[in-house]
């Protein structure tokens, strides 16, 4: 069973661009490999480059479904990214320089939209 997460970012019209990644999304895996290894905003945008991704390794290496051009979906709100295939979702923030990750909150409210924590992210605890 996959968990889906989105990652991207908000452009410069306040759109969420991101892509699809199909396995492991949830913050212990998806997110902590963000931190380590795609922990700056030139990294967000390359991640956007090349087709759907199929997984991230534990190395930070991204696994693709096939070779293709950009696959980036855009979105108007968070609310519409976490209505749609997602679990969870990645969202670079340029302001505060870390990534930040959103999901329903399981168990509390499935409509209620919270921020996880990712393990590692240092900027997360310092200024997040």
């Known amino acids: 069973m ?14 969420l661009v991101g892509i699809y990644c199909h396995y492991d999304g949830y913050p212990e895996h998806v997110g902590k490999v ?5 922990n700056s905003f030139p990294a967000a945008e390359a991640l ?9 390794d ?21 609310e519409e990214v976490l209505s749609s295939v997602y679990d969870y979702a990645y969202l670079y923030s340029v302001q505060d320089n870390c990534w930040k990750c959103f999901g329903h909150g399981h168990g509390i409210d499935y409509k209620t939209i919270i921020e996880y924590v ?3 992210n ?3 605890a310092e200024t997040c």
Request: proline content about 4%.
């Open 2 to 15: 996959s968990t889906r997460s989105f990652i991207g970012f908000s452009d410069e019209n306040s759109k």
């Open 48 to 56: 956007l480059e090349g087709s759907h991704i199929r997984s991230i």
């Open 34 to 38: 963000l931190v380590w290894y795609h």
């Open 122 to 124: 240092m900027k997360f």
């Open 58 to 78: 534990n190395d930070g290496t991204v696994c693709r479904f096939g070779p293709g051009d950009g696959a980036a979906e855009q979105y108007d709100s968070l």
């Open 118 to 120: 990712i393990p590692g």
